[in-house]
T-cell receptor, first 114, second 113 residues
Framework: AAGVIQSPRHLIKEKRETATLKCYPI?????VYWYQQGPGQDPQFLIS???????DKGSIPDRFSAQQFSDYHSELNMSSLELGDSALYFC?????????????FGSGTRLTVV | KQEVTQIPAALSVPEGENLVLNCSFT??????LQWFRQDPGKGLTSLLL?????REQTSGRLNASLDKSSGRSTLYIAASQPGDSATYLC????????????FGAGTQVVVTP
């Protein structure tokens, strides 16, 4: 069965650089969620989209922006990277918000800022 | 603000024993609760999803219960195996913020052969 695809799997960037993370949801899933998991921490919700509109927002820094495209894939853009942005970034998808029919998480993108 | 607590933080059992992992949450107005498994440095694998209207879910050796009134969920893993060694995370979403999961810190499980 198709899963949530995240790319790239690993990314190394220098401070003050920009990074773009991509998430491709399961076919027919219209809702995408982004989470950040720092070293030794539990995942923290960043932002979510439903039908290409932002549906909820968490503790996402102003330096980050995200959007969902017409094919439902989503991109998380991170600018002026800081060392503290080093983390595992997860994307999840569901059919409609709330995940009544279940959520599926991707394997994550590991971002290292040096 | 919803707070999710998982006890114990770490657990070590010999192979064959049953595992009991606890999750408690402060706001009972949950939409659903999900249990995940995470291997070191890896992604999240969904184990069981329990809707607010349900009291339990079962999949193979796994059984999860939900008691909204007491703000608790328990994950049971029967006849543990070394391959069950991982961190288990519980996460809840609220009615007013669908899909925005609040995660617990997890229980790190080691099953010794």
């Amino acid at each position: 069965a198709a899963g949530v695809i995240q790319s790239p799997r690993h990314l190394i960037k220098e401070k003050r650089e920009t990074a773009t993370l991509k998430c491709y949801p399961i076919p027919r899933h219209d809702t995408v969620y982004w989470y950040q998991q720092g070293p030794g921490q539990d995942p923290q919700f960043l932002i979510s989209f439903y039908e290409k509109m932002q549906s909820d927002k968490g503790s996402i820094p102003d330096r980050f922006s995200a959007q969902q495209f017409s094919d439902y894939h989503s991109e998380l853009n991170m600018s002026s990277l800081e060392l503290g942005d080093s983390a595992l970034y997860f994307c999840a998808s569901s059919f409609q918000p709330g995940g009544h029919y279940g959520y599926t998480f991707g394997s994550g993108t590991r971002l290292t800022v040096v | 603000k919803q707070e999710v607590t998982q006890i114990p933080a770490a657990l070590s059992v010999p192979e064959g024993e049953n595992l009991v992992l606890n999750c408690s949450f402060t706001d009972s107005a949950i939409y659903n609760l999900q249990w995940f498994r995470q291997d070191p440095g890896k992604g999240l694998t969904s184990l069981l999803l329990i809707q607010s209207s349900q009291r339990e879910q079962t999949s193979g050796r796994l059984n999860a219960s939900l008691d909204k009134s007491s703000g608790r969920s328990t994950l049971y893993i029967a006849a543990s195996q070394p391959g069950d060694s991982a961190t288990y995370l519980c996460a809840v979403s609220l009615w007013d913020s669908w899909g925005k999961f609040q995660f617990g810190a997890g229980t790190q499980v080691v099953v010794t052969p």
